[in-house]
């Protein structure tokens, strides 16, 4: 990846649990994979929260999903960063991104943008031979998006009401993250939100911290095997 591709971004945070020291090696191989390095207080790992109870939230992993990516904003607000990329640590990048990082940066440097879904599940058709489009609708992930310092403390206020409500609130209560994002794109249009076209970021398949386990992922034998599966299936998409 392009030094040009780093340098537009102010922050590149990746929220990992300290114990996933798993997907901490997986993330730096993806990272290597594309020639960027972690430089502390540039890109580096955000150590994510596990609260003891989920409180209003629908599971616990969903309340610290949710109160991580709040506190990288937060943190980014604080610090005056003005395009910040956050990243969650089972993202893999698409194969095409090394060699069209230098075109995304161009493309970039002339669009107006306040959110930016690098990744998604979107079927979207390229428009026009650019690699970003406008999208108004809801955009069920966030493993690997960028907020721009215009949006930054009214999201971090909106996200701070979110946690405060009751479950259900109209307004919108304790939810998943990537539908708090997208509640907030809803009731504030002037957000301009822009999507990469096709998607340049994907999960990998690996063992949930938001979700019940699978028993597959409980039983000490049999998640060793789903585990070496998982890494298979990784290396072959």
């Given at each position: 990846m392009s030094n040009k591709f780093i340098e537009y971004f102010d922050q590149i945070s990746i929220i990992n649990l300290p114990y996933r020291r798993d997907r901490q090696k997986e993330m730096i191989h993806e990272l290597d994979n594309?020639?960027?390095?972690?430089?502390?207080?540039?890109i580096d790992f955000f150590e994510a929260c596990r609260p003891e109870d989920k409180g209003k939230f629908p599971n616990i992993g969903a309340r610290g999903c949710f109160m991580s990516h709040l506190a990288v904003l937060k943190k980014a607000q604080q610090d005056g960063v003005s395009r910040l990329l956050v990243m969650e640590d089972d993202?893999?990048?698409e194969k095409c991104w090394s060699?069209?990082?230098r075109e995304l940066v161009v493309e970039l440097e002339e669009t107006?943008?306040?959110i930016l879904y690098f990744g998604h599940e979107l079927n979207?058709?390229?428009f026009s031979g650019k690699n970003f489009c406008e999208f108004n609708s809801n955009i069920p992930l966030t493993h690997f998006f960028a907020v721009h310092s215009r949006v930054i403390p009214r999201l971090v206020n909106f996200?701070?009401?979110?946690a405060s409500r009751e479950a259900g609130d109209p307004e919108g209560g304790p939810m998943h993250v990537d539908g708090a994002i997208s509640t907030f794109r809803l009731q504030n249009p002037d957000v301009k939100t822009i999507?990469?076209?096709p998607s340049l970021g994907a999960q990998r398949a690996s063992k949930t911290d938001i979700h019940t386990l699978s028993w597959f992922d409980r039983l000490p034998v049999i998640k060793t095997c789903v585990?070496?599966?998982?890494k298979v299936k990784n290396q072959l998409n």
């Amino acid at each position: 990846m392009s030094n040009k591709f780093i340098e537009y971004f102010d922050q590149i945070s990746i929220i990992n649990l300290p114990y996933r020291r798993d997907r901490q090696k997986e993330m730096i191989h993806e990272l290597d994979n594309v020639q960027m390095e972690l430089v502390s207080g540039h890109i580096d790992f955000f150590e994510a929260c596990r609260p003891e109870d989920k409180g209003k939230f629908p599971n616990i992993g969903a309340r610290g999903c949710f109160m991580s990516h709040l506190a990288v904003l937060k943190k980014a607000q604080q610090d005056g960063v003005s395009r910040l990329l956050v990243m969650e640590d089972d993202l893999a990048l698409e194969k095409c991104w090394s060699s069209k990082s230098r075109e995304l940066v161009v493309e970039l440097e002339e669009t107006d943008w306040d959110i930016l879904y690098f990744g998604h599940e979107l079927n979207l058709e390229q428009f026009s031979g650019k690699n970003f489009c406008e999208f108004n609708s809801n955009i069920p992930l966030t493993h690997f998006f960028a907020v721009h310092s215009r949006v930054i403390p009214r999201l971090v206020n909106f996200l701070e009401l979110v946690a405060s409500r009751e479950a259900g609130d109209p307004e919108g209560g304790p939810m998943h993250v990537d539908g708090a994002i997208s509640t907030f794109r809803l009731q504030n249009p002037d957000v301009k939100t822009i999507v990469a076209s096709p998607s340049l970021g994907a999960q990998r398949a690996s063992k949930t911290d938001i979700h019940t386990l699978s028993w597959f992922d409980r039983l000490p034998v049999i998640k060793t095997c789903v585990g070496i599966l998982r890494k298979v299936k990784n290396q072959l998409n």
